[in-house]
């Protein structure tokens, strides 16, 4: 599918609301990160990144309307929603109302298989299904760099779980209005070259992460010495990927990614105080990739902010790959990911 073709892949129902939807959609992999916001209410970040949406993990949510009900009932996984997960549903759940001029609440049931809060992308894949099923339940007519935009409002990654394949999200504008700069910012397909990419997941712990993401991010853009540097030098990043990704050059791109990655962390463990989501599973892991590179396989790392370590590589050696990996991941689940599709309505039948 072209470039053209994803970014308008995905709409709403265009005949008003339809009451109830459901959306599935896949997490992504950020291999030039997006680390730091300029706008939290608007979640608008610092510098553009560039992702691949994975084939595994995906999120299902279904947004059905409840007229006459006095409150939102928000339920993942089949437990009830509490505390700030609750919270940063409803808030978007406000958006979509205030933007549709649809003032039920809703019944909203989310079914993640990643697990959530472990620095693999839920709340990417959580929040783009929300926005395509709430978006559609609700009648919003919008094509999918404008559900991008809206996803972004709910998880800063969401807006790239749009697509599919390799994205990129855009900063946007730092000068006018609020309402410009919103506009700004959003997600849209790269195009490639020839690659045949995999991505394996190291999953070394599963856990919720002792400090948010969110949290994390503040204390890094607040106090890191070395955050502006990074983020100065990610830009340039992003320049020599797109070209890399154009040519199909796989050992470029994940060279970039790699360095990339490393400078983020190495920007939160100068935080005051610092900030470290590397474990030692997480070094022995990394050790095991370079090895690889080594022994001349093309295999490179990437870490979100969570301990588990993501191995870009060629499709045709990822099973040699996640051998390697998960000898080194004392234990951890290994996944084999290769480029995944962008978010979608289901129908009635699941399909």
Do not use: Q
């Given at each position: 599918m072209g470039a053209e073709q994803q970014a308008t892949a995905v709409r709403t129902a265009p005949t008003g609301a339809t009451d109830t939807a459901t959306a599935v959609a896949h997490p992504n992999?950020?291999?030039?990160?997006?680390?730091?916001?300029?706008?939290?209410?608007?979640?608008?970040?610092?510098?553009?990144?560039?992702?691949?949406?994975?084939?595994?993990?995906?999120?299902?949510?279904?947004?059905?309307?409840?007229?006459?009900?006095?409150?939102?009932?928000?339920?993942?996984?089949?437990?009830?929603?509490e505390g700030e997960a609750r919270r940063r549903i409803v808030t978007f759940l406000d958006l979509v109302r205030e933007r549709s001029g649809v003032a039920d609440r809703a019944v909203v049931d989310t079914e993640n298989t990643v697990p959530t809060?472990?620095?693999?992308?839920?709340?990417?894949?959580?929040?783009?299904?929300?926005?395509?099923?709430?978006?559609?339940?609700?009648?919003?007519?919008?094509?999918?760099?404008?559900?991008?935009?809206?996803?972004?409002?709910?998880?800063?990654?969401?807006?790239?779980?749009?697509?599919?394949?390799?994205?990129v999200w855009h900063a946007g504008r730092e000068t006018g209005t609020d309402?410009?700069?919103?506009?700004?910012?959003?997600?849209?397909?790269?195009?490639?070259?020839?690659?045949?990419?995999?991505?394996?997941?190291?999953?070394?712990?599963?856990?919720?992460?002792?400090?948010?993401s969110r949290a994390a991010m503040r204390r890094t853009v607040d106090t890191s010495p070395l955050?502006?540097?990074?983020?100065?030098?990610?830009?340039?990043?992003?320049?020599?990927m797109r070209r890399a990704l154009g040519r199909g050059d796989l050992e470029a791109v994940g060279e970039i990614a790699e360095r990339n990655a490393l400078g983020m962390h190495a920007t939160m463990l100068a935080a005051r105080p610092a900030v470290r989501y590397m474990s030692p599973a997480s070094l022995t892991v990394l050790d095991s990739v370079l090895q690889l590179r080594r022994d001349g396989v093309a295999a490179y790392a990437t870490m979100d902010a969570g301990?588990?370590?993501?191995?870009?590589?060629?499709?045709?050696?990822?099973?040699?790959v996640a051998d390697t990996v998960r000898a080194a991941a004392q234990g951890g689940a290994v996944h084999i990911a290769r480029p995944g599709p962008g978010a979608r309505l289901l129908t009635e039948d699941g399909r």
């Open positions: 992999i950020a291999l030039i990160k997006y680390w730091g916001k300029r706008d939290e209410r608007l979640i608008l970040p610092r510098t553009d990144s560039l992702s691949m949406t994975l084939d595994i993990f995906p999120t299902t949510t279904r947004v059905h309307l409840a007229p006459g009900a006095d409150h939102d009932e928000v339920t993942l996984g089949g437990t009830p929603a809060g472990a620095g693999l992308a839920s709340s990417a894949s959580g929040f783009a299904a929300l926005a395509v099923a709430a978006a559609a339940a609700y009648g919003l007519d919008l094509e999918a760099i404008a559900l991008s935009r809206l996803a972004r409002r709910g998880s800063g990654s969401a807006s790239r779980s749009l697509f599919g394949d390799f994205v309402e410009e700069a919103d506009l700004s910012s959003y997600a849209e397909p790269v195009p490639t070259g020839p690659l045949d990419p995999a991505l394996v997941v190291a999953v070394v712990n599963a856990g919720p992460k002792d400090v948010s955050y502006e540097p990074w983020a100065l030098s990610s830009k340039g990043d992003l320049a020599e301990p588990n370590v993501k191995v870009l590589c060629r499709a045709a050696d990822a099973d040699r």
